[in-house]
């Protein structure tokens, strides 16, 4: 199927969303202000995408707010928002090509992730809510005999989902998921290299039976339309995905305005620790190329500090450079290409800024170290592995977000962790042993919202995802992150 596909000849004939979609249709901004979506792939215009500004903004809260208080969708029975839900999951699923295509052309990942990953992934986390919705029970509390005390969840009301870049479907789908099947009207705001896919699903949620109002989708610049909706008076929660820098910023506007509940996944800077007593060096090696190289290493909990004991330090760098080769850029439109280009000029920019930090404070590149593909016009940088890194050194602290892998030396168990957790975020980490003291012992001492033993990046809809220390807080996926759009409530009755 994916290969059958000309995606060539796609791309120049898909239909590009690029209007605000609020109330159940696409609209004119008020504004009129545009802003430019650049195919980081070549580095061509796709197309201008309205920028919705605070006014815009406004009237996409007042008709989430008007969908929420007439109960059309807040106070349906949950197994009837489980079949809306449901359907919009299949829907997704039914325009996999054009998603898929839409996200490529957006982010410049390889078509074949978008096709069988992100798409895919992303229907599976609306129907695991939709599936979940009418199977949560609410509490009767112990209190006295002459009491019935029932506890129990209610929605928010006004949920804006503000989300990045590099999943822009799976990262709105752990927001809409659980914040839509607990009955909240959403208001999404993709990031600005990524506002296709968002609009499509404002669309094929009205397809599915989603009354008007309850999904709406504001494509925007952050600092106007992401800080509109963090400090409007009547959102009631922020679901933020994004940097730790802007999950300040909302922090900030939340305090500055109506006290909404905000939940942070941040950033991160997650370790791979690879202890003397690894027994199998090849999966660590492929763990470890996979899990910094794979979506051009634009992912938050990417393992980008190789923390490896000095005794195998060689020859497990040898095993990592020779994996990296699978992921030698390629032309996001080709079903074979296994990395793609970097989101957009300005990210390889970021990027490349932070290789030549890493050399100036003498760091070596073992692999990589610059810019490649330029004739396409697009924005590609190789796989680039730094060796002779030390832990206070800008390219182990900062989070570069891009194919840039940083080995610190250590010497035994005690420094390994305490390499590991001496850093600001704590979003993942991973160890690699064949002891199983040492793998408990690690998996206790690693400060972070996930730890992986001998693997790396495996998830399910059924466990939680998030951060510790400045990775934020609060989480997504599982049943955990229903409690973010809930509040909830003690009902005493006296008899
Ligand atoms: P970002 O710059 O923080 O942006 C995230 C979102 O916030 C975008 O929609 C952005 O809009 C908006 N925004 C930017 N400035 C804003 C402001 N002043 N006020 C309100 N909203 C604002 O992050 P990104 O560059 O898109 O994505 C990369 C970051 O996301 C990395 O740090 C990564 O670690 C993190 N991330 C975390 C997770 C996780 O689950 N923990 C998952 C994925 C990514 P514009 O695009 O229009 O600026
Ligand atoms: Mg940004």
């Known amino acids: 199927m994916l290969q059958e596909i000309d995606w060539h000849a796609r791309a120049k004939a898909v239909a590009l969303p690029n209007r605000p979609f609020i109330d159940g249709q696409y609209v004119d901004s008020l504004s009129g202000e545009t802003f430019a979506c650049i195919y980081p792939g070549d580095g061509r215009p796709l197309t201008d995408v309205a920028s919705c500004n605070a ?29 809306i839900l449901l359907r919009f999951s299949e829907l997704i699923l039914a325009n996999r090509e054009e998603l898929a295509l839409l996200e490529t052309l957006n982010v410049g990942k390889p078509i074949a992730n978008a096709y069988n990953g992100d798409v895919v992934s992303a229907a599976a986390c609306i129907a695991w809510y939709a599936e979940a919705i009418d199977k949560v029970y609410g509490e009767v509390a112990a209190t006295a005999y002459d009491m019935t005390t029932l506890v129990m969840r209610e929605p928010l009301g006004i949920v804006a989902a503000v989300v990045p870049w590099n999943y822009p479907m799976s990262m709105a789908a752990w927001k809409l998921g659980p914040a839509l099947a607990t009955g909240n009207s959403v208001i999404l705001k993709p990031a600005e290299q990524s506002p296709f896919t968002a609009l499509k699903f404002g669309e094929l949620a009205i397809e599915a039976g989603m009354p008007p109002g309850v999904l709406n989708v504001v494509p925007g610049l952050g600092h106007i339309a992401g800080k509109a909706l963090g400090l409007h008076m009547d959102v009631d929660c922020v679901g ?25 996944e941040l950033g991160g800077k997650s370790p791979q620790v690879v202890l003397a007593d690894c027994d199998d060096l090849d999966a660590a090696a492929a763990g470890i190329a996979a899990g910094i190289f794979a979506n051009t290493g634009q992912v938050c909990n990417a393992g980008s500090r190789l923390i490896v004991d000095e005794k195998i330090h060689d020859q497990l760098l040898e095993k990592i450079a020779a994996q990296a080769k699978v992921f030698a850029p390629g032309d996001p439109l080709d079903t074979a290409t296994r990395m793609g280009s970097m989101v957009s000029e300005e990210q390889m920019d970021r990027v490349l800024g932070y290789i030549d930090a890493g050399r100036a404070d003498g760091a070596r590149p073992v692999i990589g170290g610059g810019r490649v593909k330029t004739e396409t016009g697009g924005f590609y940088i190789e796989p680039t592995i730094f060796e002779g890194v030390r832990n206070d050194m800008k390219i182990a602290q900062e989070e570069i977000f891009g194919p840039v892998l940083s080995a610190i030396p250590v010497k035994g168990f005690d420094e390994a962790m305490a390499t590991a957790n001496d850093t600001v975020y704590g979003l993942a980490g991973a160890v690699w042993t064949g002891s199983v003291k040492n793998a408990h012992r690690a998996a206790k001492s690693l400060r972070a919202g996930v730890v992986w033993v001998n693997c790396f990046d495996r998830g399910s809809l059924a466990v939680p995802f998030g951060g510790f220390k400045q990775s934020g807080f609060g989480r997504d996926k599982s049943l955990h992150a229903m409690d973010k759009y809930t509040d909830l409530k003690a009902v005493w009755f006296a008899h």
């Open 55 to 83: 006014a815009d903004v406004d009237v996409a809260v007042r008709s989430a707010r008007k969908a929420f208080e007439a109960g059309v969708w807040s106070r349906m029975a949950p197994a009837d928002r489980r079949r």
């Open 240 to 264: 933020f995905t994004g940097s730790t820098e802007v999950g300040k910023y909302f922090m900030q506007y939340s305090g500055q305005s109506n006290i909404k509940r905000i939940g942070l």
